[in-house]
């Protein structure tokens, strides 16, 4: 069947690659509009637009296909997204067996088959394990035969588009495409990063939503997006309550090892990296599980579909590859979201002061000695993490044995605000006494309550 992985990346473009024919500079003008409504870069569709053009359309015409692809785009997003497009950072070429890959679709878009296979060939060569790929491939190996006379094969089609394994590469394909229509904006990071310590020199923010995982590198001139990466989650999609729920977990976490890939089965791939899920704020709420890691695929698969895990995070191994290299255990922050918010900068140094506020009287209370004041910044179900869990009262007297009358320097300091059905925050800071060389590193979890910020879990990292 013609173009059938085609089709499902276009969709509305059964008739127009059923009447396909070599060289047919009818079908390039088909596939160039169609390539515009599958959402491939501003230049695939300025170069789709430009073909249109040439075709002898009457201008009304032109107008009400415009309209039409304008409406087809904007159904699913939201005012926001659309307004990215617009100012959107560049896509990162994460992986280049993707980029390849969109490559394919924006030369098959405008009308370019014979260039688009010859493309595809050398993909599948590279990747025989890209599925994907491969069905491209034969699609536009197929594509190349001449078609019968007979109607165009929609009862086929239509038995495509409800096999399962096609549905699956319908939706990876559909959601690869939707990453380079829909680039954060340009400037931009996750609502999540308000401040990142230049100690985690790189952080990764997860949206499930559209199957991306994002990695920023963090410096003093603060954080940008450096790469992304196509990922699955869940068989069953995000917000992991219980153990075996096969969904994965939405929240802050941190990297806490890296496992060596000879250590592990062939089944995930080019290694793992575990995080610290539950975190306290999940142990908090009575959720259970463990075990969720970011890792690879096994040798026989490039890439899963988007929701096909118990519950990890699962890349491409050439893509996890890269992320090993950069990661910092203990330091680099994974954010995993349903669908990332996408702020400025300004504003996130705008939201990070109003929490530093708070960071600094707690501050002040412990420097004063007053126990009292103090006392109000803790939840009475407070626990400081350690062997055995050590309860407000005791970690009262602890800090104010520990800082009264003393000046203290709070520096590094990372703010991670998570917002759900509660408003928290994930505070990571050293602080150095005066005259003194070393000090404490701290992980607080934060709880908004009737408008004030109080203390529910503490780890002293060192």
Not at 23 to 32: D, I, L, N
Not at 436 to 441: L, Q, S, Y
Request: include cysteine; glycine fraction near 8%.
């Amino acid at each position: 069947m013609a173009a059938s992985a085609l089709l499902l990346a276009t969709p509305g473009a059964a008739l127009a690659a059923n009447n396909h024919s070599s060289g047919s500079s009818k079908t390039a003008k088909a596939g160039s509009a169609k390539s515009a409504k599958a959402g491939g870069s501003r230049a695939s569709v300025k170069e789709a637009r430009a073909s249109k053009a040439g075709s002898g359309a009457s201008k009304t015409q032109l107008q009400a296909k415009s309209k039409r692809a304008a409406a087809a785009d904007s159904q699913g997003a939201t005012r926001p997204a659309r307004k990215s497009a617009r100012t959107a950072a560049p896509l990162q070429e994460a992986s280049g067996a993707e980029a390849r890959l969109i490559g394919v679709y924006e030369l098959f878009g405008r009308g370019k088959s014979r260039e688009a296979l010859a493309k595809a060939q050398t993909l599948v060569r590279d990747h025989p394990n890209f599925q994907l790929a491969q069905l491209v491939y034969g699609d536009l190996l197929a594509a190349q035969v001449p078609p019968s006379n007979a109607m165009p094969d929609t009862a086929g089609i239509a038995r495509l588009r409800g096999n399962p394994a096609m549905v699956e590469l319908h939706e990876e394909s559909r959601r690869r495409l939707q990453a380079l229509r829909e680039r954060p904006p340009a400037g931009t990071v996750p609502s999540q990063f308000l401040t990142l310590s230049t100690r985690s020199r790189f952080a990764i923010a997860v949206d499930a939503s559209r199957s991306r995982l994002y990695l920023f590198e963090n410096s003093d001139k603060g954080m940008k997006l450096v790469a992304d990466y196509y990922i699955s989650v869940g068989k069953s999609g995000t917000d992991k309550t219980v153990e075996g729920d096969a969904r994965t977990p939405l929240g802050v976490y941190y990297i806490t090892s890296s496992l060596d890939p000879r250590s592990l089965k062939d089944f995930y791939g080019a290694g793992a990296l575990p995080i610290n899920y539950p975190n306290p704020y999940d142990v908090r709420r009575g959720k259970t599980g463990s075990g969720i890691w970011l890792h690879g695929t096994p040798p026989q698969q490039f890439a899963r579909a988007p929701l096909a895990s118990d519950g990890c995070v699962v890349m491409a191994n050439p893509d996890l590859k890269q992320l090993l290299r950069k990661v910092q255990i203990g330091a680099t922050p994974v954010v995993t979201a349903r669908s990332l918010q996408w702020i400025s900068q300004p504003q996130a140094e705008k939201e990070e002061k109003k929490f530093a506020e708070s960071i600094t009287a707690w501050k002040d209370a412990r420097a004063s000695g007053n126990e009292a004041q103090l006392k109000k910044f803790y939840l009475p179900d407070f626990q400081r993490a350690s062997r055995k869990p050590v309860d407000a009262n005791s970690v009262l007297r602890d800090e104010l044995t520990y800082a009264q009358g003393k000046r203290v320097q709070i520096k590094d300091t990372s703010y991670l605000h998570w917002r759900d059905t509660e408003d928290t925050m994930v505070a990571t800071f050293g602080e150095v006494f005066e005259g003194e060389k070393n000090g404490r590193t701290r992980r607080q979890y934060w709880l908004r309550q009737g408008g004030e910020w109080k203390l529910f879990h503490e780890e002293i990292l060192g």
